[in-house]
């Protein structure tokens, strides 16, 4: 278990796995841009992030429970979809005669979105690092 310095740090390394997995998303694009009828993904993560705040900050707004009646009734399942990011496919280009609409400009303007999103929460982690690092060498030397 790793040890976490603040809430926050948690949800930028929730964030951090997010653009780790939407790199991959966007590479495979990329990789399949002369594959025939293939359709670019791309994650929806926006609700998650949401989701993911709410659960760490502590500020989860109240849900209406489900009310069963009688002992017998099924019990409601929690939806898989809540945990995890949606995938759908970037659509709205003109596909090519094979079906493929992969746009190689809108993928790599993309990834150089996600890259610099990625650092600035690399940068992001690595300073509230620094501060609580630098609190602790100071409170060293106090004594």
């Known amino acids: 278990m790793a040890i976490s310095v603040s809430r926050t740090s948690i949800l930028a390394k ?3 796995n997010y653009r780790a997995a939407r790199e991959k998303m966007i590479a495979s694009n990329i990789a399949n841009a002369d594959t ?3 359709k670019p993904r791309d994650i929806q993560f926006k609700d998650y992030m949401i989701q993911k705040k709410a659960e760490i900050m502590g500020d989860q707004k ?3 429970e489900l009310a069963t009646t009688d002992g017998a009734h099924i ?5 898989k979809s809540d945990s995890m990011p949606t995938t ?5 280009h003109m596909a090519r005669n094979d079906g493929n ?7 790599t303007t993309e990834m150089s979105k ?3 999103m990625f650092n600035a929460l690399i940068q992001a982690i690595k300073k509230d690092g620094a501060i609580f690092k630098s609190v602790i060498e100071a409170s060293s030397k106090v004594s």
């Open 14 to 16: 929730e964030a951090l």
């Open 36 to 38: 025939p009828f293939y």
């Open 62 to 64: 109240e849900k209406l």
């Open 75 to 79: 019990p409601l399942q929690k939806n």
């Open 88 to 92: 759908f496919f970037r659509d709205g």
């Open 101 to 107: 609409s992969v746009d190689l400009d809108v993928e």
């Open 114 to 116: 996600n890259s610099i």
